[in-house]
């Protein structure tokens, strides 16, 4: 069992930056691959970025790509996602999730356990 609990939301004006922090529970959290959703009002979850067990793979949607960045401290059991460069279609609420393998994944079901959520609001 792995409890998630993310921070670092906010409300951010058009071409800021904002840093989540997700926080794991359990020991063998660098046997979990992790990775980052959003949902906005209205639209279904989608992925914004992923990582392997060990952080050296990463992988991100497109709409991210060059913005987004996700790193990972196994030492300290948390998943970071560094994002730049917002704007407007970021706002959503943001979800860090779990993966029972050490693989990314890219869907929401290939994911085992969620967070409750931190909220993004980009001002324009």
């Known amino acids: 069992q792995v409890q998630l609990v993310e921070s670092g939301g906010g409300l951010v004006q058009a071409g800021g930056s904002l840093r989540l922090s997700c926080a794991a529970s359990?020991?063998?959290?660098?046997?979990?691959?992790m990775g980052w959703f959003r949902q906005a009002p209205g639209k279904e979850r989608e992925f914004v970025a992923a990582?392997?067990?060990?952080?050296?793979?990463?992988y991100y949607a497109d709409s991210v790509k060059g913005r987004f960045t996700i790193s990972r401290d196994n030492a300290k059991n948390t998943v970071f996602l560094q994002m730049n460069s917002l704007n407007s279609e970021d706002t959503a609420g943001y979800y860090c999730?779990?993966?029972?393998?050490?693989?990314?994944?890219?869907?929401?079901?290939?994911?085992?356990?969620w967070g409750q959520g931190t909220q993004v609001t980009v001002s324009s």
């Open positions: 359990g020991r063998t959290f660098s046997s979990y691959a």
């Open positions: 990582i392997n067990w060990s952080g050296d793979r990463t």
């Open positions: 999730a779990a993966r029972s393998l050490i693989t990314i994944a890219t869907t929401t079901g290939g994911y085992d356990y």
